[in-house]
C-alpha cells in the first residue's frame, strides 16, 4: 500500500491575509492559495507576508489548524544601500526560522513564491524543495521603482541557483525562465465554486442601477489599472461609444494621471475592489468585458480575468495575444486600436458574436478540464519527484 505523501507549505504572499479576509482569494496567488488550504495533500500553511513597517518583530495569528499567518518586517530603513539590504534579509530569515523551526527538519517542506522580490530571504534558510510561479515580467512590473529595477538581476541569479519547478502563466514569460533548472508553461484556472456560480445569472449589483446600457467592464488592481491598461484607447473609444458606459472594478484611490482622467470621464463608473466571488454578477450584467493592455509589452502575465470573463458568457475584446487563442479563439476579438474597438461595440449592438449556450456549455468543458485543483495537482506531482531531504 502506497502512502501518500503530505506537505507544508511556506507561501510567501505579496499581498497581506487581511486584503484576502476582505476581498476573497483573488489575483492568481490568491487562487493557488485557497486551492492549497482545500488541499488534503497539504497538512499546513505558513503565510508569510512582509510588513512595510520597521522592526524587528514579527506578528502571528493562528487562523486555523491548517494556516498560520506571519507578518514578517521589512527590517530596518534604508534598505537600498547594499548592507543593510543584506542584514534586513538576514533578519527576516532568521525572524521567519523562528517561527517555522518545528518544521524546517521536515523534507517535504516546500517554500512558494509568486514574486522575485521575497526569494533572498531563504538564503539563510535549510536548502527546502522551491517552487516559483511567474504571473508578470519582473522588468515590466518594477519599471516605475529605481531602486528594485537595479536588484533584477541579483534576483534573477539567486532564482535561478534556488529555485527548483519554475511555472509561468504566459507562454511570454517562459524567455525569463530559460534558464531555470525546470520551467514550464501552466495557464491560469478556475475552481469549482467560481464555475458554479458562473453558470447561473445572479441579481444585478445595487452599484449599477444608475449605469447606462450598453455597458463595458474593465476589472483590474491598483497596479494594473495605472500602468499596464492603455488609458488613451479606452477613453478615445467612449468618445465615438458616447452612449456606452465604462464600468472599472479595482479603482484604486491613489491614481495616476492617465487613470485619474480617464475615470474623470461622464460615461465612466468606477468601483473599488469587489469580493472575488462577487466579481460574478458585475461580469453576468455587463455587456462586453475588454483587456485593453499597452500593447508595446508582449510580457504581461496572462491575465485571469480573460477566463473569469469567458466563464460568464460574454464577449471579450483584449488587445493581448491570448496564449490558448487556439482553443478560444471564437470567443474574443483581438484589437489594436480605439476604432476597431469601438466598431466591435456596434457589432455587439446589432446582436452579433453572442456566445450562444451550446458555446457556453463547451467553453464550460474546456474550462473544466483544468482547474485550480488540477494545476495544483499537476505542480505536486512534479515536486513528489525531487523533493528535498
Request: charged letters at 25%.
Amino acid at each position: 500500500m502506497t502512502i501518500e505523501k503530505k506537505y507544508q507549505v511556506v507561501f510567501f504572499s505579496s499581498l497581506p491575509y487581511a486584503d484576502i479576509e476582505k476581498h476573497g482569494f483573488r489575483k492568481t496567488s490568491g487562487s493557488m492559495l485557497k486551492e492549497i488550504l482545500a488541499s488534503n495533500k497539504i497538512e499546513k500553511v505558513f503565510f508569510v507576508y512582509i510588513e512595510r513597517r520597521w522592526s524587528l518583530r514579527t506578528r502571528v495569528r493562528k487562523v486555523s489548524d491548517k494556516l498560520t499567518v506571519i507578518n514578517v518586517p521589512v527590517g530596518l530603513p534604508f534598505e537600498r544601500f547594499y548592507p543593510i539590504r543584506k542584514i534586513n534579509r538576514l533578519i527576516q530569515s532568521s525572524l521567519l526560522r523562528h517561527q517555522i523551526a518545528d518544521v524546517l527538519k521536515n523534507s517535504n517542506l516546500l517554500y512558494w513564491f509568486y514574486d522575485w522580490l521575497p526569494v533572498e530571504i531563504i538564503q539563510h534558510l535549510p536548502p527546502k524543495t522551491t517552487i516559483m510561479e511567474v504571473t508578470d515580467s519582473i522588468d515590466n512590473y518594477y519599471e516605475t521603482n529605481a531602486y528594485i529595477s537595479k536588484l533584477i538581476p541579483q534576483l534573477r541569479d539567486f532564482a535561478r541557483e534556488r529555485v527548483d519547478l519554475a511555472y509561468s502563466v504566459n507562454i511570454n514569460l517562459m524567455e525569463e525562465l530559460k534558464d531555470f533548472s525546470h520551467s514550464k508553461h501552466l495557464r491560469n484556472s478556475l475552481d469549482d465554486e467560481w464555475m458554479r456560480k458562473a453558470s447561473n445569472i445572479g441579481e444585478e449589483p445595487g452599484e449599477l442601477n444608475d449605469v447606462a446600457r450598453p455597458r463595458m467592464l474593465l476589472i483590474g488592481s491598483e497596479w494594473s489599472l495605472n500602468h499596464r491598461i492603455d488609458h488613451k484607447l479606452l477613453a478615445d473609444s467612449l468618445k465615438l461609444l458616447p452612449e456606452w458606459s465604462l464600468i472599472i472594478i479595482g479603482c484604486p484611490e491613489n491614481k495616476s494621471v492617465e487613470m485619474e482622467s480617464l475615470c474623470s470621464l461622464a460615461n465612466v463608473k468606477t468601483i473599488g475592489l469587489v469580493s472575488k466571488i462577487k466579481l460574478i454578477d458585475y461580469i453576468q450584467h455587463s455587456d462586453v468585458c475588454v483587456i485593453p493592455y499597452r500593447m508595446e509589452s508582449k510580457k504581461w502575465g496572462e491575465p485571469l480575468k480573460f477566463y473569469e470573463y469567458l466563464s460568464c458568457g460574454k464577449p471579450i475584446v483584449t488587445t493581448f495575444e491570448i496564449n490558448n487563442g487556439n482553443v478560444f479563439s471564437s470567443y474574443f476579438h483581438k484589437i489594436s486600436s480605439a476604432s476597431e474597438l469601438s466598431g466591435l461595440c456596434r457589432e455587439y449592438e446589432k446582436g452579433a458574436h453572442i456566445i450562444e449556450k451550446e458555446a457556453r456549455e463547451r467553453i464550460t468543458g474546456l474550462l473544466g478540464s483544468f482547474t485550480w485543483k488540477d494545476r495544483l495537482n499537476g505542480i505536486l506531482n512534479e515536486v513528489d519527484t525531487i523533493c528535498h531531504p
